[in-house]
Every structure is written in C-alpha cells, then in structure tokens.
C-alpha cells in the first residue's frame, strides 16, 4: 500500500509538470538529496549551549520532527513574545498562538492579520522549511540572532566540504531534459548568484533551465517574482507550476496567484486542504 502511494503522488506531481507551461524550482533543498543537513545545522547551534541545554534543544526537535510541537512547517514563529502563531496563506490572518508547552495563549492588542511583506525574519519568521524549526528553537535559548546566521554559513560550508550532504537526485538530471522540451524551466532562490551558479555546474543541470532568479528575497518578493515570469512567458496561473522545499517561499505565494505547486517536503500533511498542490518527499526518478 505505501509503495502505491508513493507512486500515486509520484504521478501526480508529473502530471502537474507535464501540463505546464511554466516550472519554476526553488534550489536549496529542491534539486538535490538529502535533509542530512538540517540535524547538522541543530548540531552546530546545540554546540553553542551547556550539555544540559544541549539536551533539551534535541528533545525540542525531536518532538518537533515527531509532529509533537506546536513548532511546524507552516506555522509563524513570533519572535518577541517567543510563541509560535497559526497562520493562514490564503486570509493572511494569525489565527491562534501557542506558546511551547503547546497551550493555546491569549495576546493582547496582537495584529490579526500578517501579510507575507510583513515578514522581518527577526519579529515575525515564517517558518517555511526544515532550516527554520531550529532556528526556532535556538531564539527560543536565546541563541543571538547573528550566532545562528553563522552557524547557518558554517552548515552551509560543511555540506560543500564533506560527504554526504550533497548528492544529485537520481534520474532528475535525465527528466529535467525531458521536461524542458516545450516548456520554460526557471530557478528562482534565495541563494546569490555565485552560489547558485556553483551548485547547479556542480549538480549538472546547468543548462537545463532558461533562467536564473538569484537573492529572489523569498517570501517577500516570490509573487513579484512569479508575476515577472507569467507576464513575460504570456502565461496564465492555471499554467505554471512552482516546485521548492519551503511551503512560505514556494508554495502559499503560488496559491495566492492561482498557480499549481509541487512541495518537497517529509511534513506527515499538508498545512493547508488545497488540490492545486501535491505533496511529495522527492523528485527522484528511480
């Protein structure tokens, strides 16, 4: 029964893919293997606590990846009061907050609603993908936030430096050249352009994709960005379709526009019930 699930999903997300007109993928964490990095990120901020805290902070996310803490995917974590808030893509509005023994709390004179521009990263951070639920957890320890942004580079030097943390996807180069006959592949992230150029020559899949969109600022700019690309490939929503790890970055500004999305993540469900997405662990081919 799993493996036919599997391979439902599977089906369906091409199904989404071979329809487009448009596809644009997100980089980090949606063109390569692995989640190895996001433990080795926890393990880089644990370093920067005493064993009993360290302790703790793994008991936090363990119970986080367990789906077992009010910290998830999809959520918005407040970072002056230290709570995390339910939020909804489609209304923009912050529906409950929750502080970490997961008991619902009242907020006076809190907003009710939370635009995506409104997204400081610093106050109010999405949390979108699996880098974020222990960043979290460290402002939570009261981990600055310029200790955890270096321990984010170190995590991000390591996964060039050692192995296993970096690998292509397998058959994805393969597909990708299938899939670029007709239609307008595009990689939008967040990454800078050195960066980005790097870890597509060093994946191979370079020349597969039309256009790069580098330091795109999501989820701030993704909509601009999404609008930029239909508008100049004469493109209905309906017809483009935005694949990426990050449901803030990728996925909820593409429902907004009406787009299609593909979401790469090990979430045990969706955020939101909405068919215009489908829910996948990976993009491999075999």
């Not at 029964?1 to 448009?22: F, P, Q, S, T």
């Not at 990728?250 to 993540?265: I, N």
């Amino acid at each position: 029964m799993r493996k036919n699930k599997k391979e439902g999903i599977k089906g369906m997300y091409k199904e989404y893919l071979n329809e487009a007109d448009v596809v644009i993928f997100d980089l980090d964490g949606t063109l390569y293997e692995g989640t190895e990095h996001f433990k080795l990120h926890v393990e880089n901020l644990k370093s920067k606590l005493s064993p009993e805290k360290q302790a703790e902070f793994q008991e936090i996310y363990n119970a986080i990846m367990n789906g077992d803490h009010p910290v998830q995917i999809g959520k918005i974590y407040d970072g002056e009061r230290d709570i995390v808030w339910s939020w909804d893509p489609f209304t923009e509005a912050l529906t409950e907050a929750r502080d970490w023994n997961n008991e619902v709390v009242n907020v006076p004179n809190a907003p009710t609603h939370l635009a995506v521009s409104e997204f400081d990263f610093k106050n109010w951070v999405p949390i979108g993908d699996g880098w974020w639920p222990p960043y979290a957890i460290a402002r939570h320890f009261g981990i600055p936030i310029d200790v955890i942004q270096q321990s984010y580079n170190r995590t991000k030097e390591q996964m060039a430096q050692l192995d296993g943390y970096l690998s292509q996807t397998p058959g994805l180069k393969e597909y990708l050249q299938e899939l670029k006959q007709g239609k307008h592949l595009i990689v939008c992230t967040n990454s800078d352009e050195e960066d980005a150029k790097r870890l597509l020559k060093f994946l191979e899949i370079e020349d597969y994709f039309e256009e790069l969109l580098p330091s795109a600022m999501k989820p701030v700019g993704t909509k601009k960005h999404f609008n930029y690309l239909l508008q100049k490939y004469n493109t209905n929503p309906e017809n483009a379709v935005s694949v990426g790890d990050n449901f803030m970055n990728e996925v909820a500004p593409a429902l907004q526009l009406g787009m299609k999305a593909v979401w790469l993540s090990d979430a045990a469900e969706k955020p939101v019930d909405d068919d215009r997405f489908v829910l996948t662990t990976t993009l491999a081919q075999s």
